[in-house]
């Protein structure tokens, strides 16, 4: 690259090349559009038996968007996405770098990082010789853990990992690497109601596959199974080599029977066994001070990633740190769970406050169809078998 272009155009031309690399990647691609129409039909089926367990029908599916009514009111959802949030506030809870400097401010624990690009590079270098062991991600165009990749301790890993990045965003991040626990609360209206802990994807050996092999065995029983166990492919990508390096083995490598091999840090690409229900788990420092956070910031409909060692601990470094603020949170996440007893109903709840409450409502006369702004009332949540705990300021 000439060196006398400017950083923010040599910016652009890296990341237009690593994102045609990943438009070449044909493989890929089929992959993705096959886990779409997967993904697709479980929505379709999902948002059925929600409207019909609220007595709400639905009324229309076209385009990807499915219109859901009750009582002369309609909703609209696509896929785990419903009428909540605006566009603007959407965009800017999907900004990492924006919302990591919006949490900063309100006190929050968040992970050390640092903004760069393939341009600023030396800045991500010198953060990697601070902290020895980091993760790489974009800082937004993406969502399910595209791009990000974990377990980087070498100039060279972070170079390739921020390549790899480059496809999504020209803007990157890099955090240090914390250990702990991955959860989610999910709040509504920023009252608490559900709570799930996510842990990494896994396969068990039969003394025979190579762990190659037993991923695309499982990916195979993801594809085929009736009962759907999860909408993403598990992939041996550069997160799982990092992974898997730092614990000695390789991709063909030979698991003896029963063993369990976590295949990669990540959690996006789990199964419903990696899924489980912690509502009755969670502190109430917790809860409450990530309530705050969403009053706050005036996210309606909220899913609060954190990391952490002890779920039942403070709300504080190093116990504790917050990755995201999810404003389209993955609603599968809170049904494809390994104990379904546990289990609340988020969407119903969700959906079921749209309606009552008209916001995002479309109301449809004879003379006009109008559009009422979001109400701020929510139904006690302990009609829903939710935890009565009010979440304080």
């Not at 029983?221 to 041996?236: G, K």
Request: aromatic letters at 8%.
């Amino acid at each position: 690259m000439p060196q006398f272009l400017p950083p923010n155009l040599k910016s652009r031309i890296y990341a237009a090349w690593y994102r045609l690399q990943f438009f070449l990647d044909f493989k890929s691609i089929a992959r993705i559009l096959r886990y779409r129409k997967i993904r697709r039909s479980y929505y379709d089926a999902f948002w059925r038996e929600v409207a019909l367990n609220i007595g709400a029908e639905v009324k229309d599916s076209s385009f990807g968007f499915t219109k859901i009514s009750k009582d002369g009111r309609s909703t609209f959802v696509r896929d785990y996405e419903m009428m909540f949030d605006s566009h603007l506030m959407l965009d800017l809870m999907g900004n990492k770098i924006l919302t990591y400097r919006l949490l900063t401010e309100l006190g929050a624990p968040v992970i050390p990082h640092a903004r760069f690009s393939m341009s600023t590079f030396d800045a991500a270098e010198q953060f990697l010789q601070q902290h020895h062991l980091v993760v790489v991600k974009p800082s937004s165009g993406t969502g399910g853990g595209r791009g990000v990749i974990t377990g980087i301790n070498t100039a060279k890993q972070l170079k390739s990992a921020a390549r790899l990045a480059s496809r999504f965003d020209s803007d990157l991040l890099v955090e240090q690497q914390v250990e702990g626990h991955s959860f989610r609360l999910l709040f509504l209206d920023g009252e608490f109601i559900d709570a799930i802990r996510r842990d990494p994807p896994v396969v068990i050996g039969d003394g025979n596959l190579t762990v190659r092999q037993l991923v695309e065995a499982e990916n195979h029983r993801r594809e085929s199974d009736m009962q759907t166990r999860a909408l993403s492919p598990l992939v041996i990508d550069r997160d799982a080599r990092n992974w898997m390096k730092s614990k000695g083995i390789k991709p063909s490598y030979v698991p003896e029977a029963n063993e369990i091999i976590q295949v990669k840090r990540a959690t996006n690409e789990n199964d419903s066994s990696g899924n489980v229900n912690v509502t009755a788990e969670v502190s109430e420092e917790i809860v409450r001070e990530c309530a705050s956070l969403v009053r706050k910031i005036g996210v309606k409909f909220a899913g609060v990633d954190l990391i952490c060692d002890d779920f039942s601990g403070p709300f504080s470094s190093p116990n504790c740190f917050v990755g995201e603020i999810n404003t389209t949170p993955g609603l599968h996440h809170h049904y494809l769970i390994a104990n379904p007893e546990a289990g609340n109903p988020v969407a119903e709840t969700a959906l079921r406050y749209l309606i009552e409450n008209q916001a995002g409502i479309l109301r449809s006369g004879k003379k006009k169809m109008q559009v009422n702004a979001p109400a701020m009332h929510l139904e006690k949540p302990e009609k829903h078998g939710l935890p009565t705990e009010k979440a304080g300021t």
